[in-house]
């Protein structure tokens, strides 16, 4: 039997209070892509699990505590990673296209990732948006990311690594990513959205309607 690829894959994560929107994700992933996907189980239904089986490359399990975000196992999830290479995609994000060059020249020791530019502007400094994060192996400070989530935990994942970073530590273990890779909502509202948009993240801003349509829909097929 031959042995898996692990030399590079997406990666995504949801528990049972987001996982409705895992089948709306991954069908606009697969349109566009063919690199494996991974999907990590902090705690979904057997009845999405069962649905993502035949749909992903694999399905990940990581430990979860009682009283911890969602969010706060992001960097966890990465850190298990069996790839030579990994990008996480939070489940909220729109892929309108191949993403696949977001492997190429990534650097051993850093995170790639979009700066977050509206929350840049109204915090008055440098912040990077954790809802899409390509790295080499296991950087150091993902380690310390993950720790920080548990010891030091800010208002969300994206706020504790800002938190942990100053702008030297920034510049030394981030390295930014084409804007395309990550608009934001806000981003569309401010004006500051790029023309050539590869993901667009939604930061869970979608209604109760669209929701309940999506599980009809993708839980039904």
Known sequence: MPKPDLTKAFMTGSDQTT????????????????????????????????????????????????????????????????????????????????????????????????????????????????????????PEVLKRWNQHCYEYPQRGDQETLHAMLDPLQQAIHIKELSHSYNVLRLDHIDGTAPKDILINHYNFIITQVVQSIMIQLCLSL
């Open 19 to 138: 996982e409705w929107m895992l089948p709306w994700m991954l069908d606009n992933y697969q349109k566009h892509n063919t690199t494996p996907i991974t999907v990590v189980d902090f705690g979904m239904t057997d009845k999405m699990l069962y649905h993502l089986e035949s749909r992903v490359h694999s399905i990940g399990k990581l430990e979860t505590k009682r009283n911890v975000a969602t969010w706060f196992y992001k960097p966890g999830a990465m850190l298990n990673s069996p790839y030579k290479s990994t990008c996480w995609l939070d489940t909220d994000i729109e892929v309108l296209g191949d993403i696949s060059p977001i492997f190429d020249n990534l650097l051993y020791e850093k995170l790639h990732m979009v700066i977050d530019v509206p929350w840049s502007k109204r915090g008055g400094n440098t912040m990077f948006n954790s809802g899409v994060v390509a790295f080499r192996g296991k």
